[in-house]
């Protein structure tokens, strides 16, 4: 699950006034000492944030371009999830790349393609709790796939044998006929 960064979209609002004869008490001066602190610390707040953002962005975006180039044309285009920084930017904090896991008509093809759908599901260098439940789902497919394929060379096999069978007992009742 992806958790998104939150931020305080209310602004904090400081008033500085100046003193006209320059001489304010001491409780004025540190008063307008203490707002600049809160605005300092707002700033860095801030700053820090959007610093997040950008940082849960470049993670994203290289997530999900992770899945597209080890999918190749299985994968679809990333769509992202977007946050709204207290600079009024868009940064991505989700993302998704629809994968297409349907099953080919040849066994031989699924078992290629699921092979690259599980390494799409993967790629990332952290996988999201949905990569990791898309990989073992792919390797079923691929095993029955793969479990199709055998059967379907058991029975050309059997049919060999049939033939071999029949061409041999042929070949028998020939001599006897002899």
Known sequence: MISALNYSSSAIRVNFTKKESGEGSKNEQDGSQGATQTAEKQDAKTKETIAKLQARDTEVRAHEAAHMAAGGGIAGGASYDYQIGPDGKAYAVGGEVPIDISQESDPKATEAKM????????????????????APTASMIEMKAKMEDLKEKSEEAKEGVKKAGIRKYEEAQKINDN
Request: glycine share 0%; no cysteine; proline share 15%.
């Open 115 to 134: 092979q690259k759908v599980r390494a799409a599901a993967l790629a990332p260098a952290s996988p999201s709790p949905q990569d990791i439940k898309v």
